[in-house]
């Protein structure tokens, strides 16, 4: 029975490649991937646990400045404030999250990178167009941070090699690249250097075909498990700790 099942579906499958549907249903892609997406960030959503963590959902109005809260809350929870870590940041631009986690963490060893284009953004991203967002590299008076330009897919690997990131700091990842193709390629070439109590943190998540999307892939692809440490704005941002 099973058998015969499996030759009908290669069948049909063969069918369905050979009148190429694309020709006439190819308009339905993108709006039948956002729905799908849409579902399953409410799904997620209703799924959270909201005691004991920092959560501001429902909230009618998105105020920005709530990451920094985030920040401040992730820094108190896991006693951030003077410990070594390393802390990667993926979506520089003017580098305001990363000039704050700079100056709110003073261990010496800590180790803080940004990684950017500053050329924009390298492909058109809901009504933001390629090369938005563009910014000079930041000069900072600090030894302990340094800026990585161009695409992460020309930069990471070469930052990996030369860069050991499996020291035994915690990792503390702040995506903020807004595409999914940068957050997937970011996150998939770390995989191999996460650890328990490493932390993730997603600066525009709720978007559900970009960093979402990219979560969702990610730690089903890699079964990662994660626990949600903070969200705010609608989970718009949201802090994660690898368990």
Same mark, same amino acid.
């Given at each position: ?10 069948? +049909?499958k063969?069918?369905v ?7 006439? +249903?190819?308009?339905?892609?993108n709006?039948m ?24 959902f429902?909230?009618?109005?998105r ?6 809260? +985030? ?23 003017e580098?305001i ?5 700079l ?7 800590s ?5 950017d ?20 590299v ?11 330009k161009? +695409? ?10 030369s ?10 990842i702040?995506?903020?690249?807004d595409?999914?193709?940068s957050?997937?390629f ?5 995989a191999?250097y996460l ?19 990219a979560?969702k ?8 498990k994660t ?17």
């Amino acid at each position: 029975m099973k058998k015969n099942l499996i030759s009908v579906i290669t069948f +049909l499958k063969g069918l369905v490649l050979l009148i190429k549907p694309h020709v006439f +249903l190819s308009w339905i892609k993108n709006p039948m991937l956002t729905i799908s997406n849409i579902l399953n960030l409410s799904q997620w959503v209703s799924e959270q646990d909201k005691k004991d963590i920092f959560n501001d959902f429902y909230t009618p109005f998105r105020d920005y400045a709530k990451r920094e809260k +985030l920040y401040d809350y992730v820094i108190t929870k896991l006693n951030l404030k003077n410990e070594a870590f390393d802390y990667l940041e993926f979506g520089v631009c003017e580098a305001i999250s990363f000039k704050w986690w700079l100056q709110n963490c003073s261990n010496i060893e800590s180790r803080f990178y940004g990684f950017d284009t500053f050329e924009g953004l390298p492909e058109n991203w809901g009504l933001f167009l390629k090369g938005d967002m563009a910014a000079n590299v930041p000069m900072l008076d600090d030894n302990r941070a340094k800026f990585i330009k161009g +695409l992460f897919q020309e930069t990471v690997g070469t930052f990996l090699q030369s860069n050991n990131l499996n020291n035994g700091k915690r990792k503390i990842i702040h995506l903020d690249a807004d595409l999914f193709s940068s957050t997937i390629f970011a996150l998939t070439s770390l995989a191999p250097y996460l650890k328990k109590g490493d932390v993730l943190i997603f600066d525009e998540f709720n978007v559900p075909n970009h960093e979402f999307y990219a979560f969702k892939i990610f730690s089903e692809s890699y079964y990662v498990k994660t626990k949600l440490l903070a969200a705010v704005n609608n989970y718009y941002q949201v802090a994660f700790i690898i368990e």
